[in-house]
């Protein structure tokens, strides 16, 4: 029964705030995120990287590093970052929505069958009335939450 209970056990995934990942997984890389939208906010990319490598540090047993033998390796970049209207009020813009697409490269090099590319895209309200300056500035947290937990959860929660 005990050695049952052992074998069952090392056939199971890691299983940490809905986050799975089979236990061979030990490492990941997280390449820097490139800015290849029209529009470049120079901050983004960076922070971006950032914030997924600490999501992944901060809820998995990963390892992160940087070199081509990680278990998981991560890799993409913004294809869109630009605004349109999406409320009119009367002959002007009253509100606008500042899109941000980042496609991402999921290579598992334990499992090629893994393997995927997809676009993560979110959109932000704001009102016109503020300048898109001024928007960026106030969004870029929400920007960065939500688009690294995107990226996360389709990676770690197959959603």
Known sequence: MFFAAISVKATCSYSMKDVSYPPEVKTARVNYIENKARYVNPQLSPQLTDKLK????????????????AHYDISGSITDFSVNTSGISGQTASSNNLNVTVHIIFKNRLDEKKNFETDI???????????????????????????????FNKIFSNW
């Open 54 to 69: 600490q999501k992944i540090i901060s809820q998995t047993r990963l390892a992160v590093i940087n070199t081509d033998e």
């Open 121 to 151: 895209t979110r959109n932000f309200p704001f009102s016109a009335s503020i300048s898109f300056a001024d928007a960026q500035t106030r969004l870029m947290d929400d920007i960065l939450k939500n688009i690294s937990d995107d990226i």
